[in-house]
């Protein structure tokens, strides 16, 4: 399989040494943030990689010689350990928080923290994509392929700008009176279906996620960084990012390029 070609190109929007990141389909953008492209040979050397949680599952992509494995990856609550130095290529479908239920109708919360193989839940798509794989030469046509196949899944489409607005809005630290009329019981029935988690759990995911970007910045202090998060006690914030990162925001600021985290999907 050819990875970068000429077509390709215009879809990328942004690299680093060990990722390529490309824009979906105008009609797909609403459900997935991006996919990925893992380039081993130029990857971050550490053997193991900390992935920071960002309540918003992802496929998984690794190809052989004879074979496509697919794992389907719930969105994810707490930092996951990966091996980081095989095998040498890798492709993601990242979806944004609740992206995958439109497309799959599977409870997210039966899927939360969990790593499946495609063919335990979903045989069908394992198959076809696994057939798309080997019958195209580059990951332009295979993209054409895979994306006509998903538009074609698109049958539980409930509120996709909806989520999208809800993690815009607790970015920006509304209160849920400002954001929505549903009654919590409701909302947290609609989160727990489509996302995995209640909102307290999506709330605090969506902060930390925040305040990892602001962390990038080395002239912000903790302190402004838990302000600009909607903290107002620095302590609070502490313990809220070490329940979610496992380390202090300290910790993490002299480390991270022993994290991974995903700043496309919010």
């Not at 074609?152 to 809005?169: A, D, G, M, T, V």
């Not at 947290?188 to 605090?204: P, S």
């Amino acid at each position: 399989m050819q990875f970068i070609t000429p077509s390709l190109q215009s879809r990328i929007f942004s690299a680093t040494s060990a990722h390529i990141y490309i824009r979906p389909h105008i009609l797909l953008q609403p459900y997935i943030a991006h996919y990925t492209l893992h380039i081993q040979e130029i990857a971050n050397k550490n053997k193991e990689l900390v992935l920071i949680p960002d309540i918003a599952g992802c496929m998984v992509f690794t190809p052989s010689s004879h074979e496509l494995d697919i794992q389907f990856w719930g969105a994810t609550t707490k930092t996951v350990i990966v091996n980081n130095n095989h095998p040498p290529q890798r492709f993601f479908i990242e979806f944004k928080p609740g992206g995958s239920f439109p497309f799959t109708g599977i409870p997210q919360k039966e899927l939360l923290n969990q790593q499946v193989d495609m063919h335990q839940i979903l045989p069908e798509w394992k198959y076809k994509i696994q057939e798309f794989w080997f019958s195209t030469t580059c990951i332009y046509d295979f993209l054409g392929l895979l994306e006509h196949f998903l538009l074609s899944k698109l049958h539980h489409n409930e509120s996709p700008n909806f989520l999208n607005q809800l993690s815009i809005c607790l970015r920006e630290h509304k209160g849920l009176d400002e954001i929505c009329a549903f009654s919590d019981r409701h909302l947290h029935r609609i989160l727990q279906n489509q996302v995995g988690t209640g909102i307290k759990v999506y709330q605090r995911l969506i902060r930390m996620n925040q305040a990892l970007d602001f962390i990038q910045n080395p002239s912000l202090s903790l302190t402004q960084i838990a302000y600009f998060c909607g903290y107002y006690d620095q302590s609070h914030f502490i313990h809220d990012f070490k329940q979610v990162c496992g380390v202090t925001p300290g910790v993490y600021r002299k480390q991270m390029s022993d994290f991974y985290n995903e700043s496309f999907k919010f």
